[in-house]
Each structure stands twice: as C-alpha cells, then as structure tokens.
C-alpha cells in the first residue's frame, strides 16, 4: 500500500510473487542392487519390488514411486513431490520392505546410494544411463551365433527345410566322391 501502485501493477506484482513463492516439485532417488540365488530367483525379486511399490505408493494422492531397472541387478526407486520429508520417508520405507521380502528368501539388497533430493543433473545423468544401457543392449548385425543358421532361415524367420535337405544331399555326394577316390588309389596300387 505504501508503494504507491495502481490496481493493475498491484495484482502484477502479486501474481508474480506467489508464483515465485509457489513450492516446486523435487525429485527423490535412491540407487540399490538386488540379488537372490533361490529356487525362485527372479519370482522372488520381482514379488519383494511389487511389495515395494505398494509400501512406496501407499497414499498415492500425494506422490507416485517408481522403480527402475538400470541394469542387473541394478534398480533405481524414484519419486517426485511437493512435499520433500514425505517423499525421503516414502522411497526409504519402500526400500526396507524390498529388503525385508528378499531376505526373507535368502535373497540380498544392498543400498548403493541412500535416498535423496536429486537435481536435474542427476536426472539427466540417470536417463543417459538408461539410454546408454538400451543402446548397448540393442542386437546389431554380427550377434548371431552362427552364419549357417540364418541361411537356413526364410524371410519370416521359419528354417527353410528344403535348404537344409539340398545341403545334406550335397554333403553325402562330397562324401561319395571322396569315398570313390580313396577305393580307386587303393585300386591302382
């Protein structure tokens, strides 16, 4: 009031200050690897990370968890909020019940990075992360086993059976040929 303003630069002002004001989100991420050498393996981790998901997304009202696979067994549990204490307790209780069920079964959870407020720059780095490991798990020409096998194959990826008759024919007339050779050499001596 003592700024002298008009109506409308007043409200500007406002405007401007309870935007600036306003909470921003923060993004929450805690970095951990999962192992278990049981019967159920991969049954058993996949069922400790459901449970953590529903630990971490208990009042989903106020925040979303998700985890992440980076690359085995490497997994990443993140979360965006307003609400930051809320958010740490969250990503941490659902971390504890992923410890608490692969345990359970013999398994192991071992925390590589605690959870934390994360910046951009982590964010971005974690989805490099995530590309790099996708682009080095993509098949590239070369990954086959062996050439032979994709020439019996069709366009469609059935083995053309035909092919392989036509090569196993071919196989047994070299075979011939080399038998008929050898039984002449013995011949002329």
Same mark, same amino acid.
């Given at each position: 009031d003592d700024l002298e303003l008009n109506e409308?630069?007043?409200?500007?002002?406002?405007t401007d200050i309870r935007r600036r004001m306003m909470p921003t989100a923060v993004k929450i991420r805690a970095d951990f690897e999962v192992q278990c050498f049981s019967y159920e393996g991969i049954d058993?981790? =996949?069922a400790a990370l459901e449970a953590g998901?529903?630990?971490?997304n208990s009042d989903p009202e106020r925040l979303q968890v998700r985890i992440n696979?980076?690359?085995p067994p490497h997994?990443?549990?993140?979360?965006?909020?307003?609400?930051h204490e809320f958010g740490l307790e969250r990503v941490n209780a659902a971390v504890e019940v992923v410890r608490q069920e692969i345990t359970a079964v013999g398994g192991k959870l071992r925390v =590589?990075?605690?959870?934390?407020?994360?910046a951009d720059q982590d964010e971005a780095q974690l989805k490099q992360q995530l590309s790099d490991l996708a682009a080095a798990n993509k098949e590239v020409s070369g990954d086959d086993d062996s050439e032979a096998e994709d020439d019996d194959e069709d366009?469609?990826?059935?083995v053309d059976m035909d092919d392989n008759d036509n090569k196993n024919k071919n196989k047994n007339k070299n075979k =011939?040929? =080399?038998g008929a050779k050898k039984e002449s050499k013995s011949n002329k001596s």
């Open positions: 409308v630069e007043r409200e500007a002002l406002l058993s981790i =996949k998901l529903r630990e971490g696979l980076i690359a997994f990443v549990i993140t979360t965006q909020t307003m609400e =590589k990075e605690e959870a934390k407020v994360v366009d469609d990826g059935d =011939k040929k =080399k």
